[in-house]
C-alpha cells in the first residue's frame, strides 16, 4: 500500500541532544512537510520541499533542520537550538497544488 | 496572507443528531478549502475538499460542507452523528498558487450516546 511512514512513533531526547526524525512516502509525491502539533495551536508549518535538493522555511523553522536528497525521504533534525521541542510532529506529501496532504501517523518527542 | 478560524474548541452533540463543525476563512483569489480529522495519536485523515463547482461537497464517512463565499465559510456537517465520529477536526485552507496549506486550531467534536 502506498503511504507515508514516519519513525520512531515515539521519541526520547535529553537536553542537548541533536534527534532526527525519519519520513519516508512511496507516494512518488512531489512536495513534502513538516508540522509541529501542539494542543491548541493546531499544526504549525516547519519546513517543505517541493523538488529534490530544494527546501523552504515554514513559519517555525528556527531549531530544526531538513535534508531533501531523495524524492521518497524528508528527515527533519532537531536540533539543541530548539528551546521547546516536545510536541507531536506530523509529516506529509501532496502531488499537485490541487490536492491537499497525505500524512504519516506522526512522532511524539518528549525531552527527558 | 491566508488563515482559518475555527470558532469552537469544543463540539458536543448528542448521536443520531446532526452536527455542524464551524470554519471560516481568509485568503486573496480563490481558495482551495480541506476538512481533516485526527483520531488520538495519529495522523491526519483526508474528509473533503473544495476545489470548485458545487458548493455542497460530499466526503468520507457521510460528512459534507458547504462552501459559502460570501460568508467565506466551509462548515462540516453531517445529518446523524455516530459515536465513532468522535475526534479531532482541521479546517484548512490554500489559494490556487500556492503550495502551503494553513491549517485551523481544530475543533474536538464529542458524540454523547
Known amino acids: 500500500d502506498g503511504g507515508i511512514t514516519q519513525s520512531p512513533k515515539y521519541l526520547f531526547r535529553k537536553e542537548g541532544q541533536n534527534v532526527t526524525l525519519s519520513c519516508e512516502q512511496n507516494?512518488?509525491?512531489?512536495?513534502m512537510y513538516w508540522y509541529r502539533q501542539d494542543p491548541g495551536q493546531g499544526l504549525r508549518l516547519i519546513y517543505y520541499?517541493?523538488?529534490?535538493?530544494?527546501?523552504q522555511k515554514g513559519d517555525i523553522a528556527e531549531g530544526y533542520s531538513v535534508s531533501r536528497e531523495k524524492k521518497e525521504s524528508f528527515p527533519l533534525t532537531v536540533t539543541s537550538a530548539q528551546k521547546n521541542p516536545t510536541a507531536f510532529y506530523l509529516c506529509?506529501?501532496?502531488?499537485?497544488?490541487?490536492?491537499?496532504?497525505?500524512f504519516g501517523s506522526g512522532t511524539r518527542l518528549t525531552v527527558v | 496572507a491566508q488563515s482559518v478560524a475555527q470558532p469552537e474548541d469544543q463540539v458536543n452533540v448528542a448521536e443520531g443528531n446532526p452536527l455542524t463543525v464551524k470554519c471560516t476563512y481568509s485568503?486573496?483569489?480563490?481558495?482551495?478549502l480541506f476538512w481533516y480529522v485526527q483520531y488520538p495519536n495519529r495522523g491526519l485523515q483526508f474528509l473533503l475538499k473544495?476545489?470548485?463547482?458545487?458548493?455542497l461537497v460530499k466526503g468520507s464517512y457521510g460528512f459534507e460542507a458547504e462552501f459559502n463565499k460570501s460568508q467565506t465559510s466551509f462548515h462540516l456537517k453531517k445529518p446523524s452523528a455516530l459515536v465513532s465520529d468522535s475526534a479531532l477536526y482541521f479546517c484548512?485552507?490554500?489559494?490556487?498558487?500556492?503550495?502551503?496549506?494553513?491549517f485551523g486550531t481544530g475543533t474536538r467534536l464529542t458524540i454523547i450516546p
Open positions: 485568503v486573496s483569489g480563490n481558495p482551495y
Open positions: 473544495y476545489i470548485t463547482g458545487d458548493n
Open positions: 507516494l512518488n509525491h512531489d512536495a
Open positions: 506529509a506529501s501532496s502531488q499537485t497544488m490541487n490536492y491537499g496532504y497525505t
Open positions: 484548512a485552507v490554500k489559494r490556487l498558487g500556492n503550495e502551503k496549506l494553513t
Open positions: 520541499s517541493q523538488i529534490v535538493n530544494d527546501f
